[in-house]
């Protein structure tokens, strides 16, 4: 016989099962994550642990397609049900997760800031495997923040230090796709650095790991830093097929920075050729692309203020019976300070007319002497 904790235990391994196989697919499928996040927190009921993931899953999912203002509000929401959580671990993530929007918004205090306590987390926490996979992100969001300040010798020694965390864990083969987003960025830091050999070793491992669990997105990003290697080597031929290459695999995920990234490197590089068709071609390409991201970007932000409009509104309607009542009281009060004042006027009026009386009397009153 089922019980309702046998059929709680079974729907909660049920949304378990769905978070995990979704973020399999984070890199490949982003909107059918974002569905199956939506989908574990409308089930979720009053499993707090539960509710958090599916907000993050939400999350990460729309930061894969760098809808980073959604992606925030998500994180916003599960963060506003930590108090309740007792998983520390869920903590930790969650701490990192605010780490990485505060990233990708550019607020690097912040996000250093945040960054830093989860480390602190980590280190306490009494299982070190269990928060390795944490402190490797961690370290990698780092090195983030240090390449896009160009100090690229630190970002190295951060992704590094992240890669070596990751691939001592348990769960190495589940995080696949953030070694792969390192190296990628890896790969990054040695162009700068004019390492072009270090360069293509690093998005070649970058390709294979985005291979390995089909995450399209990633091994289009690997084929495009590829062809820029081979662009400033002047190897124009092989950066073309490279780049065709990519825009072949992109066509499985809709990512408008990736497509724009290809179109600018396939015009680039038909320009050095002096292939004037295929130069307009992409050129015209990228133009359109990067007109429907500046259209992606306006709509999001008209998005966020129309929510945000909704909510003000929806502040106001609770607010206003609050004003309404505060109005009426502070109305009877002020009737009863008017009416207390009033009498007081007018107690203080008879006790004046009463005083002049007497001392009208006292005035008319004639002395003893004279009346004798």
Known sequence: MLTENTVYGQSAQNLDSIIRVSIREMYGNPDKVIAAGREVVSKAGNDVNIKIRGYKLISDGYSSKRDYEKSLEYVIKANQLLPKCQDELLKIQMINKAGIQYHQLKIYDKAIQ?????EQLCFE????????????????VRGFIYKEKLNCDIAITFFDRGIAEINQSKAAGNNASKISIAKYNKGNCYILMSDNEAAIKSFKES????????????????????????????KYTEAIATLKE???????????????EIYKGLSENYLAVNEW???????????QTQLKI??????????SLNEAEKEEEFKLKNDIPKFIYG?????????????????SVKKSKKKIEKLENVIQSLQNEKPLRESK
């Open 246 to 260: 990519a825009l072949k695999i992109s066509g499985n995920v809709e990512d408008l920075i990736l497509n724009q």
């Open 125 to 140: 926490y009494p299982v070190r495997d269990s928060v390795r996979v944490s402190l490797g992100l961690n370290y990698l």
């Open 294 to 303: 500046k259209e992606r970007e306006r709509k999001s932000i008209s998005d």
């Open 114 to 118: 945040s960054l830093d306590e989860a």
């Open 207 to 234: 390709g294979d790991l985005a291979k390995a669990v089909n995450a399209y997105s990633l091994q289009g990003f690997a084929l495009k830093g590829l062809a820029q290697v081979y662009t400033l080597e002047g």
């Open 277 to 287: 068709k295929h130069y307009k071609e992409y050129r015209t390409q990228y133009l």
């Open 327 to 343: 109005c009426i009281g502070l109305f009877l009060i002020s009737v009863l300070i008017l009416f207390f004042f009033f009498l």
